[in-house]
């Protein structure tokens, strides 16, 4: 949909769609390029026709890795016409977080109900929160985000930090543990009920959502940690 950039510079892409193949190494990925110097349409055009064509491709989930500040009905329609079909779009919940929980920082697909919105976290003691993570009341889930390792266009790997990192662990997650049985309804409450650790304040809160995606329970994640002589988080508890 947009070319004219070198793939060694736009590599975003690569990275996102390398973590999702190690999540889950026997998904079918489809890739729909969506920025670059030049191309047909516009970008928001460009992504809402990019969403629509993997819904007609037969995507069962799309991971979008991208974001602003204001909303797009071009974009916004596809979002709902993709969920409307029991397509799920996993979204980057931004990058303009102050490190502040009671402030709002919005960025769209991400904030469109329909979507799932990811937070980012950082692979260290007690799980931090990534300061750069933006939180709001749309925050559904966090994934691990900072210095993730993925794939790079020319071959071999790189590190990069972000929700965009983040996001494709939790699409990718899902993508290894739906079956076919599952639709939208279905794969949340799964994530919510058996994959998330609350590693915020008791329940959904504007930072993590619901909590981290993993498949380790409290007392796997304690074992795991302890192996890497890191400090597990705490485990949220309500009074």
């Not at 909303?71 to 979002?79: E, L, M, N, Q, R």
């Not at 799932?116 to 691990?144: C, E, M, T, W």
């Not at 995606?213 to 485990?235: C, G, I, S």
């Amino acid at each position: 949909y947009r070319s004219g950039t070198p793939l060694q510079e736009d590599d975003h892409g690569t990275h996102v769609a390398g973590t999702i193949h190690f999540m889950a190494p026997d998904a079918e990925l489809y890739d729909y390029r969506v920025f670059g110097a030049s191309g047909q349409w516009p970008v928001d055009e460009a992504i809402g026709r990019a969403i629509l064509q993997a819904v007609d491709d037969g995507c069962s989930l799309i991971n979008m890795s991208l974001g602003g500040p204001f909303p797009s009905k071009t974009i916004g329609d596809a979002v709902k016409q993709a969920t409307a079909k029991g397509v799920l779009c996993v979204c980057s919940a931004g990058n303009n977080g102050d490190g502040d929980p009671l402030t709002n920082e919005v960025s769209y697909p991400a904030f469109y109900e329909e979507s799932l919105s990811i937070a980012a976290i950082a692979k260290q003691d007690g799980l931090p929160v990534a300061r750069f993570s933006s939180s709001n009341v749309q925050v559904d889930y966090a994934g691990i985000g900072v210095d993730v390792i993925s794939m790079k266009p020319s071959g071999g790997f790189q590190k990069m930090s972000g929700t965009s990192m983040a996001c494709p662990h939790v699409c990718g997650f899902i993508a290894a543990v739906m079956t076919s049985d599952d639709n939208i309804s279905t794969i949340r409450k799964r994530l919510e009920d058996d994959f998330a650790l609350d590693i915020g304040l008791p329940g959904s809160d504007p930072v993590t959502g619901l909590g981290f995606v993993t498949y380790l329970d409290w007392e796997e994640l304690n074992e795991h940690f302890q192996k890497m002589a890191m400090r597990v988080p705490n485990k949220a508890l309500a009074f």
